[in-house]
């Protein structure tokens, strides 16, 4: 009912009905509707990081595209899994869309710690030279490629293009954005553009050190 209509508009009378359950249940097992609510959110998180979990990828010997690529495959895992029941998307997008009380708090525990490992692995990429504005811009980017699928099925169907539905296709799915996103890193070492402030994005012998870093990421 939640994932349906959405916390404001999904009633408690509505949500015991389809659960063919007494209105008092609601109260007497999770305190309110706020609470129930929450209870489903953490239920789909705890769910998707039970079954997905993300490595530390912290052992010297896994390069930064290794780290890109689990990264990138487990957050699609999480979710597209064809495995998971359809509900759980479709209540995370309406919370992205429509946040809650709960979005603070889910932020801080679910989502910084994928965006700090995220950036981390993008820096060590690039480099410290990079700002950290355009690392977040850069982060933004490859994250950007995977909620595509997720917040845009709708449009993805009209257009006749193909969604991954099965764990092979995610894992296709999972190396284009890699290779993309190598790419797009290795592009904005070269980058000679300047910014609006008049200054380019790296000095030469700047984007001599992180062009290193990215081929070394790129093995």
Known sequence: EFADKG????????ICSRAKANVAAVKYHFGGKEQLYAAALDFWKDAATLKHPLPRGDAASTSP???????????LMRMLDP????????????????PTGYIEGHV?????????????????????????????LAAAS????????????AVIE???????????????????????SLAGLRA???DE?????????????????ARARTREASR
């Not at 495995?83 to 429509?98: D, F, Q």
């Not at 801080?108 to 690392?135: A, H, Y």
């Not at 009209?158 to 993309?180: C, G, M, N, Y």
């Open 7 to 14: 916390f404001h508009a999904a009633t408690v009378r509505q």
């Open 65 to 75: 595209r290794q780290k890109l690529r689990v990264f990138v495959r487990t957050v």
């Open 83 to 98: 495995g998971r029941p359809t509900w759980h998307g479709k209540l995370m997008a309406r919370e992205m869309a429509e």
């Open 108 to 136: 801080q525990k679910f989502i910084k710690p994928m965006s700090d490992r995220l950036l981390s692995i993008l820096r060590e990429t690039l480099g410290n030279e990079v700002p950290e504005p355009q690392l977040r």
């Open 142 to 153: 490859v994250i950007g490629q995977a909620l595509f699928y997720v917040h845009c099925s």
């Open 158 to 180: 009209r257009l006749h293009w193909k969604s991954p539905a099965t764990p092979a296709e995610i894992e296709q799915l999972a190396d284009h954005i890699v290779r993309f």
């Open 188 to 190: 904005m070492e070269t």
């Open 193 to 209: 553009t300047p910014h609006a402030n008049g200054k380019r994005p790296l000095a030469k012998k700047q984007q001599r050190i």
